[in-house]
């Protein structure tokens, strides 16, 4: 993984050149007990701080590309601090048999890359592509109004534990602790975190997506775009969701209510 991450340009396609400012470096998780490389951008000292979450079988160059760089630069002093972490092939970003990823993320992978960037620890938002749009909203029902906002883009869901991709969940009970549609039944379950969800024309997952939406009602903003479920469909669409977490975070550090 290390050596595709150092060589960026080539691992994704025309458009996975690195973006400026980032880096890439090892943490020796202790949770986990393996060494996990990590990419950061850096924006800027005391700015906020964006978990990017990639899916299964994936990496954190994943998100790498001129429309990620272009879109930093875009939103000038508004642009956060960006963590790209490593989640192993088919991790789903939550504490299992295998180890505690949820733990790690959270008391390894965020607090090293606040250390690094300078960013302010108290504006944090997270997002994901797939099984990482799964983690990113696990991990903010597991730690309500811990982020500022969190994002499901065309988050792996499903609606019973039979349904679900070999290996997501060790097992019934697993997927149960897990389960997000169930959460969002009776309650608000993210506390003071904003929610944003999108899913694509022909996912897989657009059913339970879009149930998930449903049952948060208008306090979780939900978008249909076209395209099909791949890198390619959330790259094209980090414009607006950059966007949209850049005005959350900012309206996390005035406090100000409402959608962003």
């Not at 879109?71 to 642009?79: H, P, Q, S, Y």
């Not at 939406?213 to 890198?231: D, Y």
Request: charged share 20%; with cysteine; proline share 6%.
């Amino acid at each position: 993984m290390a050596a595709c991450l150092l060589a960026a340009a080539g691992c994704g396609g025309e458009d996975a050149d690195a973006p400026p400012h980032s880096e890439t470096y090892t943490l020796n998780s202790k949770v986990l007990d393996v060494d996990l490389d990590q990419v950061i951008v850096r924006e800027g000292r005391g700015r906020p701080l964006l978990v990017l979450l990639h899916g299964k079988d994936g990496q954190p160059g994943d998100f790498y590309g001129k429309t990620l760089d272009r879109t930093l630069n875009a939103l000038g002093a508004e642009a956060p601090n960006v963590l790209m972490p490593a989640g192993g092939a088919s991790s789903y970003w939550h504490n299992r048999r295998d180890g505690e990823w949820g733990r790690y993320l959270m008391h390894e992978a965020i607090p090293e890359a606040v250390a690094k960037t300078g960013a302010d620890a108290k504006r944090i938002a997270i997002g994901g592509f797939s099984m990482g749009g799964f983690g990113a909203l696990a991990l903010a029902l597991a730690h309500p109004g811990y982020f500022c906002a969190a994002g499901g883009h065309a988050p792996a869901l499903w609606k019973t534990a039979r349904a679900t991709a070999p290996g997501a969940f060790d097992d019934p009970a697993d997927f149960k602790r897990h389960d997000l549609l169930a959460a969002a039944k009776d309650r608000w379950p993210f506390g003071g975190t904003r929610i944003w969800i999108d899913v694509d024309a022909h996912d897989p997952f657009r059913a339970a997506t879009t149930e998930l939406a449903h049952e948060l009602g208008s306090r979780a903003r939900f978008t249909v775009w076209p395209g099909t479920h791949s890198t390619t469909y959330i790259r094209r669409h980090l414009p607006q969701t950059l966007r949209w977490y850049a005005v959350a975070l900012a309206a996390c550090k005035s406090g100000r209510p409402g959608d962003a």
